[in-house]
């Protein structure tokens, strides 16, 4: 999660929503992150205002998930977030083009009845049951234009080719909006609760394209062993992500015989 809001960088200028927040874990290091880069522009009536009531943003269907979100934003010091009670893919929600950043981990194991899910999700997705290709679809329909998303999916949406809606969401990705990363993570980083192999997408709705230089990363470790044990280990690639990700530049020169390189999109496509 510290890892991810540091890719993403909010500012005071954002609106922040994890539409299947659970513990409120993203939103609650944003306020950190927040609080520690912006501590003298806080003190602006404004700027307080907006970070205490209109910045952050996150709905859960579980009871107990919205009440652990809610004490947990109430610990980070953020005195009115917007925590409420939704089906971020259901019929009755219709925000969208609202926010300039989303910051998620959706659930992905399992699918929907497609007649539950709202009309303008199915247009986006072409009426998939899957929910990780649903909650990417809703991304797309919260972000504004020029707004910022990093989410961990599973690594099928990278490289399922049998299924014609992954197919369809890559193409999406890559021609209609701005792809700028993808971090593959180990498989064993979400044990004990998940040994599915996943990945970390990071792009800006520009619905105009703008796709150019895809970064990769081989994520190998993250400080902790592989196992259902997870005991800390002295292997980590966190600080190696997040240098390399603010140093793009120095990445043109590495190929793919290293843990991150640039990908042309005319590779991708």
Same mark, same amino acid.
């Given at each position: 999660i510290d890892m991810m809001v540091e890719l993403a960088k909010p500012t005071l200028q954002d609106t922040?929503?994890?539409?299947?927040?659970?513990?409120? &874990?993203? *939103?609650s290091e944003s306020a950190k992150y927040i609080q520690e880069?912006?501590?003298?522009?806080?003190? @602006? %009536?404004?700027?307080?205002?907006?970070?205490?009531?209109?910045?952050?943003?996150?709905?859960?269907?579980?009871?107990?998930?919205?009440?652990?979100?809610?004490?947990?934003?109430?610990?980070?010091?953020?005195?009115?977030?917007?925590?409420?009670?939704?089906?971020?893919?259901?019929?009755?929600?219709?925000?969208?083009?609202?926010?300039?950043?989303?910051?998620?981990?959706?659930?992905?194991? &399992?699918? *929907?009845?497609?007649?539950?899910?709202?009309?303008?999700?199915?247009?986006?997705?072409?009426?998939? @049951? %899957?929910?990780?290709?649903?909650?990417l679809s809703l991304f797309l329909r919260l972000l504004k234009i020029g707004g910022r998303c990093v989410s961990i999916i599973p690594v099928g949406v990278l490289n399922n080719t049998n299924d014609k809606a992954y197919i369809r969401l890559r193409k999406a990705l890559v021609e209609e909006q701005k792809l700028e990363g993808i971090i593959f993570m180990p498989s064993g980083v979400f044990y004990p609760y998940s &040994?599915?192999?996943?990945?970390?997408?990071?792009?800006t709705k520009t619905n105009a394209?703008?796709?150019?230089?895809?970064?990769?990363?081989?994520?190998?470790?993250?400080?902790?062993?592989l196992d259902q044990k997870r005991d800390k280990i002295e292997a980590d690639d966190i600080l190696d992500i997040i240098a390399r990700w603010n140093n793009l530049a120095d990445e043109v020169n590495r190929t793919k015989f290293d843990k991150s390189f640039l990908v042309d999109k005319q590779e991708i496509v």
């Open positions: 922040i929503i994890d539409p299947a927040m659970g513990t409120a &874990g993203f *939103l880069h912006y501590k003298a522009e806080l003190a @602006k %009536k404004e700027n307080n205002k907006h970070f205490h009531n209109e910045m952050f943003t996150g709905f859960d269907t579980d009871t107990d998930m919205l009440r652990i979100g809610c004490m947990n934003m109430t610990l980070h010091g953020v005195d009115n977030p917007k925590i409420d009670y939704n089906n971020s893919l259901g019929e009755d929600y219709e925000d969208k083009e609202k926010y300039s950043l989303i910051l998620a981990n959706p659930p992905f194991s &399992g699918s *929907l009845d497609p007649s539950t899910v709202a009309k303008s999700l199915n247009q986006i997705s072409g009426g998939t @049951k %899957k929910t990780e290709l649903l909650f &040994g599915v192999q996943t990945g970390i997408l990071i792009f394209g703008g796709t150019d230089k895809v970064w990769m990363y081989n994520m190998e470790n993250d400080g902790y062993s």
